[in-house]
């Protein structure tokens, strides 16, 4: 299973077609504020942001997949910019493992109670951190866990060191399957 996960975009979309040649075998996130007509990049799976004014676009997401149980939204709706808490108290209430957001352009990867919490920073306007970035999550499913490594790039695909890392989720039972 693979993942890439992009988000705040703000309009351009340069770099996408790259990084979808790049990651031909993944499933494609964009967690908001992508700015565009999403008929331009239709192997995305969206959430609106912000920013964006396409209401076909849903808030947020909840889909069960190959043993996660994803959430997937922009985060503006929880506050993200001031606490992770009311994202947090979501994931747990969705019973999910894998939280996909945005907002704050911040390359972010962190687990709290068997959540793992993944914002892929910004692809126009990063913050706290000095390049534009998106995120690749491979998983790795085993009986009862999947093991996910996070990896952060740059827009030409070059490996960000010191962001991202490996992670142990529980699996959830489910129907779907990614792989």
Known sequence: MK??????????????AAIRERHKE??????GDACYPIAEE???????GNCD????MPEERIMEQDGLVILQTHGDAYGVKQTGMRLRYKA????????????????????DEGVLFLN??????????PIATYAVLKGKKDRACI?????????????QDGLGGTY???????EDDLS
């Open 3 to 16: 993942l890439v996960v992009v988000s705040d975009t703000h309009g351009s979309t340069e770099h996408l």
């Open 26 to 31: 993944a499933y494609f996130f964009h967690c």
């Open 42 to 48: 239709p192997e995305f799976v969206y959430v609106k």
């Open 53 to 56: 004014h396409d209401r076909t």
């Open 92 to 111: 747990l209430e969705a019973g999910a493992n894998l939280v996909l957001f945005g907002h704050t352009h911040v390359p972010t990867c962190v687990q």
């Open 120 to 129: 892929p920073g910004s692809m126009r306007l990063p913050r706290s951190y």
């Open 147 to 159: 093991t996910v490594e996070v990896t952060f790039h740059a827009l030409d695909g070059t490996q």
């Open 168 to 174: 142990q989720l529980q699996v959830v039972r489910g």
